[in-house]
């Protein structure tokens, strides 16, 4: 066996002429800096990618559909003034489809989307339509019976209550408060003016604040959500699972009715002061996808699962406490409100 000590803890003799020295211990490794870039987020990897957006092309059918429903062209009979209040109703067709969408749901006595007297009397308050001098609350009334009442010979259909509007019918009840306010008072010579002048004294400010999709731009679609959507995705699949099928058809594909996210929302504790029934009766409505046949197919009452994601989102955000000092807009009068 080779020493390299003596008993003395020395080196032995044989080392003496070696330069020893102590081991030297090896250098920390570090691995060199790696930039990790992160894939840009984009609309068509997002959990709610398979939204149908509204369009000009799907916004044209639907006004195409509403203005051969309605019976603006037997009110009136000029062809250049029919076609100057045809103009102006499809310029404003966006704006008039949200204001629809919202007061329907709100203002619906059943699940069935359609706007009662009395919200459509409120609806014309707030956007001083109605001013109690020219137009006042008798002859509105006069107004919407004329708008709702159906020919004898048309047949009955569920999706068109009676004492109520539907959005054809909503189109129709402007061209008539108008012919009343400005035709008859003589305010207005001609259909198109009549238009014209409720745009812009009544409607086209009342109308800005309805934009159903800013809320989807602003709140929604982005992807902090997106990534927690995504996280709870198991969650909310198994929670739309529980909920839907119960007024599904046989052989039809599995929906949720408006009944059955109301019974939801409940369970989940998720109605409060924020929160009430009437805010996910309207987080409900304005959840689905537009359709340019409400008459002819229950679609606008069947929830799909990207709909129903978004319903939930936006009764969460409405349920959840704001940050200190944030004052809400009203959506109908456009005011700040002070909590």
């Known amino acids: ?3 390299v000590i003596d008993e003395e803890y020395e080196p032995v003799d044989a080392l003496k002429d070696y330069d020893i020295k102590p081991r030297i211990p090896d250098e920390d490794y570090l691995a060199p800096e790696v930039q990790i870039i992160r894939p840009q987020w984009k609309f068509p990897v997002a959990l709610f990618r398979n939204y149908r957006v509204d369009n000009q092309g799907l916004l044209d059918d639907c006004f195409k559909v509403d203005f051969e429903g309605c019976r603006i062209t037997k009110i009136v009979k000029n062809p250049d003034d029919l076609k100057a209040v045809r103009d102006i109703l499809a310029e404003n067709y966006r704006s008039l489809k949200d204001c629809y969408k919202h007061y329907s749901a709100i203002g619906a006595p059943s699940d069935i989307w359609s706007i009662p007297l009395n919200t459509f009397t409120e609806l014309c308050n707030v956007s001083k339509i109605i001013d109690n001098k020219i137009l006042k609350l008798s002859d509105f009334d006069r107004i919407f ?3 709702y009442t159906k020919p004898a010979d048309k047949e009955k259909n569920h999706r068109n209550p009676d004492r109520a509007l539907v959005r054809h019918q909503f189109l129709e009840g402007l061209v008539r408060l108008a012919e009343h306010k400005y035709l008859s008072s003589g305010a207005a010579a001609n259909y198109g003016e009549s238009m014209k002048m409720l745009f812009d004294e009544c409607l086209g400010p009342f109308l800005a604040n309805f934009n159903h999709n800013s809320w989807r731009q602003e709140r929604y679609w982005n992807e902090e959500v997106d990534t927690v959507l995504k996280s709870y995705f198991p969650i ?8 839907h099928g119960q007024k599904t058809l046989p052989g039809q594909k599995k929906f949720m009715c408006l009944e059955e996210f109301h019974r939801m929302v409940a369970d989940a504790n998720m109605n409060n002061d924020n929160c009430g029934e009437r805010d996910a009766t309207l987080a409900f409505s304005l959840a689905m996808m ?6 002819n ?7 799909q699962f990207v709909e129903f994601v978004e319903a939930l989102s936006r009764v969460a955000d409405k349920f959840s406490a704001h ?3 944030w004052n809400p807009i009203n ?3 456009g005011q700040q409100e002070v909590l």
């Open 1 to 3: 066996m080779f020493e």
């Open 145 to 147: 019976i004329a708008t």
């Open 236 to 243: 909310l699949r198994s929670v739309y699972r529980k909920y």
């Open 290 to 295: 537009t359709q340019v046949d409400e008459l």
């Open 297 to 303: 197919s229950d679609r606008i009452y069947q929830m």
């Open 323 to 325: 940050p200190y000092g």
């Open 331 to 333: 959506p109908i009068t």
